[in-house]
């Protein structure tokens, strides 16, 4: 599996907007990037995934370089409960193979 | 919709004993997922089955684990003989194919005592 690489961690203003990066220099064509988070004490919940082009929906938007070697998940406005471990992930669109988790980003959100 | 259903949420075992752990997965899903988690470090797979089949069992320790989805009811992951270095959260995570996205459960803690 392509391998990513994440800062360990991140710190945000509540009600400032956050980016979390994503490396992944190795990605094959049809590799798809996901995020997902773990909250406190919760199962990993996801967030956001893409192969191109940049996506939105309602927790998040992700940009997309245009060599595909590294992406950019943005929190349009931090709160509280964005406080989480965040992780992204390559899978093949093809294979199907697991999700394979790696250390992710550990969000702190300051009131 | 109820989501993917584990338990019990927290599990207390002396050394030696076993724990069952079950998941329910997500209406109308049929591949279920486990990987566990150690104190301060990341979700490690440990095996992916189908219903009634083991599809890939490569995250699974060599002895004391065992997991199964039967045709009817919950998929059980099985710890024999129970030690401490088994005190983990233990997360199953279900989809409806095996290209398609997760839904996890909030996971089951087990302690060993």
């Known amino acids: 599996d392509a391998k990513t690489t994440q800062p360990n961690s991140m710190e945000s203003n509540e009600e400032e907007p956050v980016h979390l990066p994503c490396n992944h220099s190795t990605i094959s064509g049809t590799d798809y990037i996901h995020w997902y988070r773990q909250l406190p004490s919760q199962g990993p919940e996801y967030v956001i995934h893409g192969l191109t082009s940049n996506v939105n929906n309602r927790m998040a938007s992700l940009a997309i370089a245009e060599d595909r070697k590294s992406s950019t998940l943005i929190l349009h406005r931090a709160t509280l409960r964005d406080a989480a471990v965040y992780y992204c992930i390559l899978r093949d669109v093809g294979t199907g193979n697991q999700f394979y988790f790696g250390t992710g980003t550990s969000l702190t959100v300051i009131p | 919709n109820a989501g993917v259903m584990q338990n019990p949420r927290h599990l207390v075992r002396r050394r030696g004993q076993e724990a069952r752990l079950r998941c329910s997965p997500m209406?109308?899903?049929?591949?279920v997922y486990w990987y566990r988690q150690l104190p301060e470090e990341g979700l490690k797979f440990m095996v992916y089955?189908?219903?009634?089949?083991?599809?890939?069992e490569s995250g699974m320790p060599k002895e004391r684990f065992s997991a199964e989805f039967p045709k009817e009811g919950p998929s059980i992951l099985r710890i024999q003989q129970v030690v401490r270095g088994d005190s983990a959260a233990y997360f199953c995570?279900?989809?409806?194919?095996?290209?398609?996205?997760?839904?996890f459960g909030s996971g089951t803690r087990l302690t060993v005592v």
């Open positions: 089955l189908q219903k009634e089949n083991i599809i890939d």
């Open positions: 995570a279900s989809s409806q194919g095996q290209v398609n996205g997760y839904t």
């Open positions: 209406k109308g899903h049929s591949h």
